[in-house]
């Protein structure tokens, strides 16, 4: 086994002590951020009340913790977040496999398709409550609109671009279109069918949360407004940092 020179040596030192600082600086910042938050609430410097501070946020998510209420919730808006995910995953892929077969079908639907998608999806939210009713359906519905109409429209132009001297061969060879979607189009389309669904988890989040703050009892959306209502600035927060953990 090759030795290390004494450069290389060097350059590895550098580089474990630049991660060093970075992460040294990082959790330094994060504490003194608490720290001042913590101060100033305690001095009253800042409203506590409005503010919250670290120390009621822990003492928040210890009795959120303790009669399990805040694994209700996260288990609830997970729950609904992934079967969100999967429906827009697959009502997607079917919807821009059936457009990119019918080029006739895609002219007719894509400037309806354009404007759905260019809908403000927390206005339909209400929308959906009178046509569902105020249930777990109406939270996945709701989920789902957030994703699902950018979904098919990126879906459809990616299958649109895959390169056409590869379909040509397809047909040269006797295939047919069916051969060319799954021999060329659907392989060629994979990373942007992954990039996707890393977008689409995040916007069936919001989706789904957008229908908790209207039509839920529980979940995260559910708790965020609760705890605004009775001013628990600290359950706000809790969820918030539910979120950035969690998805």
Known sequence: MNELSVEQKKFLHIQ????????VSRVLILLSFLFVWEFTANTGIIDSFIFSCPSKIALCFWELTTDRTIF???GVTLYETIISFFLVIGISILAA????????LSEILDPY???LNSLPKSALAPLLIVWLGANQT???VAGMSVAIFGSILSLYTSFSSVDPEKIKLIYTLQGTRLHAMTKVVLPSSLPAIINIMKVNIGLCLVGVIIG????????????????????????????????????
Not at 97 to 104: C, G, H, P, V
Not at 228 to 234: H, T
């Open 16 to 23: 474990k002590r630049h991660r060093r600082v970075v992460g």
């Open 72 to 74: 209700v919730h996260i």
């Open 97 to 104: 496999i059936a457009l990119w077969f019918s080029r006739k």
């Open 113 to 115: 398709m354009v404007v």
């Open 138 to 140: 109406t939270i996945i």
């Open 212 to 247: 908790e703050f209207l039509a839920a009892r529980n979940g995260l959306g559910y708790l965020i407004i609760y705890s605004s209502q009775v001013f628990r600035c600290a359950g706000i927060l809790i969820s918030l940092l539910s979120f950035i953990f969690l998805f």
